[in-house]
């Protein structure tokens, strides 16, 4: 969770652990007045730093295929996430992209 002094909490996120060893972005949200200041980049990057240190083997992540997810997926591919095949709990859908970032604890700095 990230907040500010003036409009409350402006971000938020968190991990849902899976039974094959990886660990799922569940519910990245920045609130629509603190877009553009780089929170989603700050959050990505604690999360991924928390998965590593947690010892999970990759994180994953389910997101929209529609142009209002551009953004959120050009993040994802900057911080180093890979497309992949349906993750655990889900089908394939024409409206989710899957991606995945394989996780090394030996290496505990984020892209």
Same mark, same amino acid.
């Given at each position: 969770?990230?907040?500010?002094?003036?409009?409350?909490?402006?971000?938020?996120?968190?991990?849902?652990?899976?039974?094959?060893?990886?660990?799922?972005?569940?519910?990245? #949200?920045?609130? &629509?007045?603190?877009?553009?200041?780089?929170?989603?980049?700050?959050?990505?990057? #604690?999360?991924?730093?928390?998965?590593?240190?947690?010892?999970?083997?990759?994180?994953?992540?389910?997101?929209?295929?529609?142009?209002?997810?551009?953004?959120?997926?050009?993040?994802?591919?900057?911080?180093?996430?890979?497309?992949?095949?349906?993750?655990?709990?889900?089908?394939? &859908?024409?409206?989710? &992209?899957?991606?995945?970032?394989?996780?090394?604890? &030996?290496?505990?700095?984020?892209?």
């Amino acid at each position: 969770m990230v907040s500010s002094k003036s409009i409350g909490v402006v971000a938020c996120g968190a991990l849902k652990s899976l039974p094959d060893g990886t660990t799922e972005v569940k519910s990245v #949200h920045v609130d &629509a007045l603190a877009r553009g200041r780089g929170l989603a980049r700050v959050l990505m990057v #604690h999360l991924v730093g928390t998965a590593k240190s947690d010892g999970y083997s990759a994180l994953v992540l389910e997101t929209g295929t529609m142009d209002e997810y551009s953004a959120a997926r050009g993040l994802y591919e900057a911080l180093g996430f890979v497309y992949c095949d349906p993750i655990f709990g889900y089908g394939p &859908a024409s409206n989710s &992209a899957f991606m995945r970032l394989p996780l090394d604890p &030996a290496n505990l700095s984020p892209q």
